[in-house]
């Protein structure tokens, strides 16, 4: 029996208690009022509205086009559907970088405007006043370390982070600022498995990582990604649960037979 299915509401301080007790965190992505329904019936900890609802839900091929308000607008339909999960949104490229106080507007703006619990934030001391900021008026941050896609243009490629030895020193610093300027909860993306071990290690809060392997306090997917609705994206950290692209696209072939036949619909399926 773990902690958490004992628990009707999950919280910080409950996800806090998991880490304590060694109970990892399970975490997928929603964008959409029945995902996020079935997700929080399923006993999902935290359901993260990513920008990679820029990806997978508007077919950009970066996380950068997506708005504030197509976030606010994914996280209300999530927040609509959930009761026990806690939600976490990411603040979208351009709205916290380089200004505290735009950064603390777009967060306040996500938490009025769609119910979320916690904001999710990419970067270490580079965005530190504004994590700062916005934690002082109340509102949980999940940073996000190590391959922070927002950042695309500046890395050039998807390929793992911090495995020079430069790297994963500044990894660890900002790991440790997170925390002390008071992250929840640090997202550790395609990073060494042991550095996610030992970092996980030395902080107080839960890590959840993402090809990171599992000495992480808990592991995020892609919804998407790990249902198998997309199959062009294979990376080694992803594990798939199912092939949905292939029930789905059998399914509309046996619709599209039956209304061609006309055996849709039949006597009891009209009035
Ligand atoms: O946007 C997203 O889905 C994310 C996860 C991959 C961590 O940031």
Known sequence: MYLSHNVSLITTHVLQEMKNKGEKIAVLT??????????????????????????????????????????????????????????????????????????????????????????????GREIIESVE?????????????GLTPQSINKFGTYVVRAKDVDEAQKLREDALLLQEK?????????IPAQLASEVTASLKIPTIGIGAGSGCD????????????????????????????????????????DVKDVTFPNEKEQY
């Open 30 to 123: 929603a964008y959409d009022y029945s995902m996020a329904k079935i997700l929080d019936e399923s006993n999902i900890d935290v359901i993260l509205v990513g920008d990679s609802a820029s990806n997978v839900m508007a077919g950009y091929k970066t996380t950068l086009p997506i708005t504030l308000n197509e976030m606010i607008y994914h996280a209300s339909s999530v927040v609509r559907a959930v009761s026990r999960a806690f939600v976490v949104v990411d603040l979208p490229f351009g709205t916290y970088q380089g200004n505290s106080k735009e950064a603390l507007n777009s967060a306040i703006r996500i938490m009025k405007e769609s119910g979320a619990n916690a904001v999710k934030m990419e970067g």
């Open 182 to 190: 008071g992250c929840f909860s640090i997202v550790f993306e395609k």
């Open 218 to 257: 808990g592991q995020v997917l892609v919804l998407h990604d790990m249902l198998g609705i997309n199959t062009d994206f294979t990376p080694r950290f992803l594990r798939r649960y199912n092939n949905l692209y292939n029930i789905i696209k059998d399914s509309v072939h046996s619709y599209i037979r």
């Open 133 to 145: 900021r916005i934690v002082s008026a109340g509102i949980p941050v999940m940073g996000h370390l």
